[in-house]
């Protein structure tokens, strides 16, 4: 049974949210602020579905603790802010996804499913392997294969599709992955994360990196 951590300060929303996943099968530790989520040991978790506004701080400051933290856990985001701005400053922080309120249980519990379905990152941790669907990249020997025939790749192409494969389904700013891939003290230019993803495109699949608006790219697990 997936165990799932909600952050969420709506009593009425939470008790919602909390009693429709538990009928569909997840285990669910509800906490109401960011000291109680502090409390929870995440090992073990397989999502967290975490509210921007809560009454002792913002969510995204949390995420970027939880990610800087080492923690890979997908992070679905709840929040009334609808603006641009405001979803990419999320994804920026972290969130594998960011959903709007109001919104169904059933989308909910969709966006869930599909987060779910993502690279098992313990098998990341403990194998050096990272396997979604057709693509699979050796950590350890930088060996990429795809629909298991080996693919040559760059260093470059191998550390920004490894970026992009230990974060599947969640949208990359190109200034992230510049700086993550790049760093700042080498000068390249957003043009540069364009034309690897061009390339990653040509030697994989069209379909497997997707651009996502107004943010960056994605790995489409």
Not at 23 to 51: M, N
Not at 165 to 182: F, G, Q
Not at 195 to 220: A, M
Request: proline share 3%.
């Amino acid at each position: 049974m997936e165990k799932i951590l909600l952050i969420e300060d709506d009593n009425n929303l939470g008790q919602s949210i909390s009693d429709f996943l538990i009928s569909e099968q997840f285990e669910v530790t509800w906490v109401t602020s960011l000291s109680g989520a502090k409390k929870v040991k995440t090992d073990g978790y397989h999502l967290v579905i975490l509210d921007w506004m809560l009454p002792d701080g913002q969510g995204v400051d949390f995420l970027r603790d939880f990610r800087n933290d080492g923690n890979q856990i997908p992070v679905i985001m709840l929040t009334a802010k609808s603006d641009l701005i405001d979803k990419v400053v999320g994804l920026e922080s972290g969130a594998n996804d960011y959903m709007t309120k109001p919104f169904e249980p059933r989308e909910l519990l969709a966006r869930i499913r599909v987060q779910l379905r993502q690279v098992d990152y313990s098998r990341v941790q403990d194998k050096g392997v990272v396997e979604i669907s057709d693509l699979v990249l050796n950590l350890d020997t930088r060996e990429v294969f795809w629909m298991k025939s080996p693919v040559e790749m760059t260093k470059m192409e191998f550390d920004f599709l490894r970026l992009l494969a230990e974060n599947p389904n969640r949208a990359l700013s190109r200034d992230e992955i510049l700086n993550k891939v790049w760093g700042y003290d080498s000068y390249p230019s957003t043009r540069t994360v364009d034309t690897h993803v061009l390339q990653l495109r040509q030697k994989l699949s069209d379909e497997l990196i997707e651009t996502v608006r107004g943010i960056g790219y994605k790995l489409r697990a």
